[in-house]
Each structure stands twice: as C-alpha cells, then as structure tokens.
C-alpha cells in the first residue's frame, strides 16, 4: 500500500475493529440515547399507538354495531315483505272467492228470472190458449147452428137448446181428437 508522506502504516485487521477507546464511546453514547429514547420517545410512541389501537377497537365495535343494526333491519324487512306477500295472497283469494260469489249470484238471478219469464209466457200462452177456445167456440156455434138451421130447414132460436147442442158438439170434437193424438 501507498501511504502519504508521514503516515504510519495500518494492518488491515485494524480497519475492521475499532480501538477501545472508540468502543467506549459508542457504549456511552448508545447507553445515553436508549435511556432518552426510553425515558421520551418510547411512551409518547406508545401511547399513539394504544390510542389508534384504541380507535381501531372503537370503529370494529361501532362496525359490528352497525352490522347488527344492519341484519335486524334486514330481518325486519324481510319479515314485512314475506306479511306484504301474505297479505296479497289472502286478498287476491277473498277476491276470487268474491267474484265467485257474485258470479254464482248474477247465475241464480238469471235461472230465477228465466223461470219467472218461462212461467209467466206459459201462463200467458195458457190465458191465450183458452181465449182462443172460446173465442172458436163461439164461433164454431153459430157457424154449427147457421148449419144446422139450413139443414133442418127452419131457425133454432131456442138458446138454450142450441148452446147445449154445440156444446155436445164440440165435446164430442175435443175427445175425437184426445184420442187420436
């Protein structure tokens, strides 16, 4: 090795481990700056930390808290939704069952009415049927007695007698035709 002029030589050991004296020092100095660094540094470096630890802690109870919150109100409204549903379904059956009702109401007022109408149209075709009768009864007898006047020769003005006579007539006509029939 090439040394300045005036300088001593140093084995290479020597570069790697201090002299005791240096040792010393640095051993005094690290001994001053773990008691300052124990004494100040360290509780303010704790007391931070125990407070974000404090404050993560807090958020973690206020997070589950709000969870909580969170899964009743969810609980809740799925309890409301599931009523809701419930409450539909028995309102869509009431008003089916409802229609059907009504339904089955207008059905027997129509079969009411219908058997009111047929019954009154009897009646009146009954009511009818008997007018007409009469009507051809009378009808049927003076054409029958007009007949039997030309027949005879001579004018059946005895009532009486030709009302019973068209009125065999005519009974007689009746029962000919029941029993052909």
Same mark, same amino acid.
């Given at each position: 090795?090439?040394?300045?002029?005036?300088?001593?030589?140093?084995? /290479?050991?020597r570069?790697?481990?201090?002299?005791? *004296?240096? !040792?010393?020092? /640095? +051993?005094?100095?690290?001994? !001053?700056?773990?008691?300052?660094?124990m004494?100040?540094?360290?509780? $303010?470096?704790? &007391?931070?930390?125990?407070?974000? %630890?404090?404050?993560?802690?807090?958020?973690?109870?206020?997070?589950? #808290?709000?969870?909580?919150?969170?899964?009743? @109100? #969810?609980?809740?409204?799925?309890?409301?939704?599931?009523?809701?549903?419930?409450?539909? &379904?028995?309102?869509?059956? #009431? %008003? =089916?069952?409802?229609g059907?009702?009504?339904?089955?109401?207008? $059905?027997?007022?129509?079969?009411a009415?219908?058997?009111?109408? +047929?019954?009154?149209?009897?009646?009146?075709?009954?009511a009818? $049927?008997? &007018?007409?009768?009469?009507? @051809? =009864?009378?009808?049927?007898?003076? +054409? %029958? *007695?007009?007949? %039997?006047?030309?027949?005879?020769?001579e *004018?059946?003005t005895?009532?009486?007698?030709?009302?019973?006579?068209?009125?065999?007539?005519?009974?007689?006509?009746?029962?000919?035709?029941?029993?052909? $029939?």
């Open positions: 090795m090439i040394l300045a002029e005036g300088a001593q030589s140093v084995p /290479s050991w570069l790697l481990v201090p002299l005791p *004296s240096e !040792i010393i020092w /640095s +051993l005094i100095f690290l001994v !001053i700056f773990a008691v300052v660094f004494k100040f540094v360290l509780p $303010r470096l704790n &007391a931070v930390l125990d407070e974000r %630890a404090q404050k993560i802690e807090g958020g973690l109870r206020n997070a589950e #808290k709000v969870q909580e919150q969170v899964d009743q @109100l #969810k609980s809740d409204q799925e309890q409301e939704l599931a009523a809701a549903r419930q409450e539909a &379904a028995s309102i869509r059956e #009431k %008003a =089916r069952t409802d059907q009702k009504i339904v089955d109401e207008a $059905r027997t007022r129509a079969e009415e219908n058997e009111r109408l +047929l019954a009154s149209g009897r009646q009146q075709l009954s009818e $049927r008997i &007018a007409a009768s009469t009507e @051809l =009864r009378g009808e049927i007898g003076t +054409l %029958a *007695s007009d007949l %039997a006047s030309k027949i005879v020769g *004018s059946l005895d009532d009486e007698r030709s009302r019973r006579v068209i009125d065999r007539f005519l009974d007689d006509l009746e029962s000919s035709q029941a029993t052909t $029939r």
